[in-house]
């Protein structure tokens, strides 16, 4: 064949279809990316919060091998990192099952003792309740005599008994609701201590770097699960050494808290402000687009830099302290991971400060 026959036959050859298949095998990818790390949510919302079974480790490793699947390229690694993680999986549910069967027998337990409580209480009663009907026999009794003066003094010695059963009674009723009380009263605080223990910073009572790390974990689950978004704000003082340096540690730490107090002043109730390290804060704004989210950075960024506080030291005259922040914002994206968003919102956080500090910058 010649060459011109052959440019012909190239020319002649319909690579649309070829295209068509391309676009569609993408879509496919995404499309099972989505649904496998989706399932992965899945499982881990079925696991319950249990230490003793090993829950957070376990969760820990389904979080890492949904990362994996969006992170890396090379389907055999894919297929090797799977088939390692693929065995935790039914140990981790033959651990919870063992676990839930401990757990009802003990529950059982409980529901016996509580009948058993039950009846006592039953049986108190009935008690109780013959005390006041042999109390009114006596007293139906005492009617059917004909010398009043005796009536009288019968009736009052039976009135007087009833009262005092009455007394004990409720004596015994009132003792009960005390304990019952206290009881509820000490657990509402255990309750409240375990709520809060762990999730917060001492210094500045924003949530820690571990709270943060559950709460974004969660929020990409979610927007992984639903049609959800939420943005991220990387947040850090400029020159925070400059502070320490000029007015000491005990300083720096009252402009930490301030400024915790600033940014909360700009921030919802479903927000979520996180002491990330350092002098570095972040703040989940669920619901939120990144547009909304740069909106709501500058207004932080400018009440920041428009703040000056008083230091103790401080010379009279002299113009308090002021400080500026940098902030990196990113919106969560499609196939996003913890680490991918996490990573785009630090290097917009870098961008902000190499190109001048006191600025916002969105990835």
């Given at each position: ?104 027998k003990e529950l059982w337990d409980i529901i016996g003792l509580q009948r058993s409580a ?11 309740h013959q005390k006041v009907y042999e109390q009114s026999e006596k007293i139906e009794a ?77 929020s990409v689950d979610q927007c992984t699960t639903k049609r959800s978004r939420f943005s ?132």
């Amino acid at each position: 064949m010649d060459p011109f026959s052959e440019t012909k036959a190239a020319q002649d050859l319909d690579i649309e279809p070829f295209i068509d298949e391309i676009r569609n095998n993408a879509r496919k990818k995404s499309f099972f990316l989505n649904a496998i790390r989706a399932l992965l949510v899945f499982i881990k919302g079925f696991s319950i919060n249990q230490e003793d079974i090993g829950s957070h480790r376990f969760a820990e490793e389904i979080d890492s091998l949904s990362e994996r699947f969006v992170e890396e390229k090379d389907a055999e690694v894919i297929e090797s990192v799977f088939e390692k993680y693929r065995k935790s999986i039914p140990h981790f549910i033959k651990r919870q099952k063992a676990y839930l069967r401990d757990r009802e027998k003990e529950l059982w337990d409980i529901i016996g003792l509580q009948r058993s409580a039950i009846a006592s209480i039953d049986s108190e009663n009935q008690d109780y309740h013959q005390k006041v009907y042999e109390q009114s026999e006596k007293i139906e009794a005492i009617t059917q005599l004909d010398d009043i003066k005796n009536i009288k003094k019968r009736l009052f010695k039976e009135v007087e008994t009833i009262r005092e059963t009455l007394k004990e009674k409720q004596q015994q009723e009132r003792e009960r609701l005390d304990a019952l009380a206290k009881q509820i009263s000490l657990l509402n605080i255990e309750l409240e201590k375990a709520r809060t223990e762990g999730t917060l910073d001492d210094l500045t009572q924003a949530y820690n770097r571990k709270a943060f790390d559950n709460y974004i974990r969660k929020s990409v689950d979610q927007c992984t699960t639903k049609r959800s978004r939420f943005s991220l704000l990387m947040l850090d003082i400029d020159d925070f050494k400059r502070i320490n340096d000029a007015y000491g540690h005990q300083i720096g730490d009252r402009v930490l808290v301030a400024l915790v107090e600033k940014c909360k002043e700009f921030i919802r109730g479903e927000d979520f402000l996180a002491r990330y390290g350092g002098e570095e804060f972040a703040i989940i704004l669920p619901g939120a687009s990144l547009k909304n989210a740069l909106k709501k950075a500058r207004r932080i960024r400018k009440a920041v830099a428009g703040t000056h506080y008083t230091a103790e030291n401080q010379i009279k005259g002299q113009e308090g302290i002021s400080i500026t922040v940098s902030i990196g914002v990113a919106s969560f994206e499609k196939n996003d991971s913890v680490s991918t968003l996490i990573d785009r919102a630090d290097r917009a956080l870098y961008e902000a400060k190499r190109t001048g500090k006191n600025r916002v910058v969105g990835a």
